[in-house]
């Protein structure tokens, strides 16, 4: 059985990150940070492209408390309130990456993000973040709502609530969230190699086919 | 087997309220021939693999789904029907109780409110729509009412995919042989999008249409039959296999196990098309059967 890494974001250091490479399990016990689509617009709109208003400002100084040194998940949870007015994830598997491509590189730059967790893998540009800002890909199980939820131990609070409940920036504790690192801050990916391998089997079964 | 797999009873006074038991049963109970192919699938990758252990983490969700009734995956997708009626049912009293039901059930969390206006994006919150949920009806020539539904990601169905042969590119032409190169191209196609492993539902034929819900339909089946046309049969078995040597693996980690089930139709064509059709889905095969026959139902 290979070796489980622990992170315990906010306080991931650039060192753990470059030790990392793709295969490796980590297990995630610390503060992290949702986002998706209107999450990651917002972020490359408001603060890679224009000039943000103090509010605003105020806004990118909270996410920075926790996401510089931090990881950022490509989540849209289903959240309940109980009795207490207290907010409990119920549902939380990870959404398809690949949307947030054209903004990540920005994202991870502007917030000194270590870790972003999705499904499916991201391309070029953030790969190219990944190497140059010392980051990784960390990848969960898609559909693995339930089982991801019951890892969010603690609803901290939320910023932009006006995006909606799937795409707000939530601030949760998580206790032993497993994800498994498929593309490392030394320019490899496990998908990028997975596919190569796949092509060639493919190549390969086609020439049995007669 | 789980006292979960079947569940038995008298028909209750309002039908609506079954209905909505029935879709609970599709959201949050995975039905047991994916779960035991599954297992089966993490016993035999690579002990401390991480295609194991995600295998174990999707085995490990379809348990808590069920114990706690939530559903399985939180994209609870497209909600499907095929409906087999006997005469005397009216298709527009079901359709009105089924919608009413789906409505219930997205009030009651056990389906995440997906429909939304394609061009204003709009959501009403409670599934309905133009065109939603889906109905197709056949009617039966006997007594037994039997409502079918899937669930269908959109994670999955955004990696089904129709091919037109011959195709040029893969060097598939209109034989056995280009039918099954095409299907191959499309599971290496899928991969990283829908939530591997997955089932392959095949359409062979038709037009664009009837070769898609026929490919559709191949998921209701369940994983361990094998089509009745022997050629097909052999089809699957073979494709299965091969398909599983593509090394793609659970969530693309790489492994054994990209495939747990390839189910095969064919239907006549015209000499001009000749369609391949595939339908993805992922593990989260939410489907369930609902028969109702002398005031006695049964869900499996
Ligand atoms: S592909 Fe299936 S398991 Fe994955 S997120 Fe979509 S519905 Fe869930």
Known sequence: ?210 | MNSKDKINGIMPGNRVDLFVEFIKEASTNLPPDVRKIIEKQKSREEEGSRAQQALGIILENIEMACTRETPICQDTGTVIFHIHYPGKESTLVLRRELTDAVQKATEKGYLRPNSMDSITGENPGDNTGIGLPVFFFDETDHDELEIKIMLKGGGCENVGAQYALPHTALNAGRDVNGVKKVILDAIVQAQGKGCAPGVLGIGIGGDRVTGALLAKEQIFRDLNDKSPDLLLAQMEEELLEKGNKLGIGPMGFGGLTTLIGVKIAKMHRIPASFFVSISYMCWATRRKSLKIHDNKFEIS
């Open chain 1, 1 to 210: 059985m290979k070796e489980i890494i622990h992170l315990n974001p906010p306080n991931i250091d650039e060192k753990t990150i470059r030790s990392l490479k793709n295969g490796d399990m980590v297990s995630i016990t610390g503060t992290i940070v949702t986002g998706r689509d209107v999450a990651h617009k917002y972020l490359k709109d408001t603060f890679v492209l224009n000039h943000p208003s103090q509010q605003e400002k105020d806004v990118l100084d909270q996410l920075e408390k926790h996401l510089s040194g931090g990881i950022l998940y490509h989540c849209g949870p289903v959240v309940a309130k109980d009795e207490n007015g207290k907010y409990r994830f119920t549902a939380a598997g990870p959404t398809t990456s690949i949307r947030e491509e054209p903004y990540e590189y920005d994202v991870i730059k502007l917030l000194g993000i270590r870790g972003v967790i999705g499904k499916g893998g991201m391309g070029a540009k953030t790969l190219k973040a990944c190497e140059e800002f010392g980051a990784v890909y960390l990848h969960a199980i898609g559909g693995a709502a339930t089982f991801i939820a019951a890892k969010v131990v603690e609803v901290h609070g939320l910023l932009k609530k006006e995006f909606g409940t799937p795409e707000a920036f939530w601030i949760i504790d998580v206790k032993d969230f497993q994800c498994i690192v498929t593309m490392d801050s030394h320019g490899e990916s496990l998908h990028e190699s997975i596919l190569q391998n796949s092509r060639k089997a493919q190549e390969e079964l086609n020439a049995t086919f007669k």
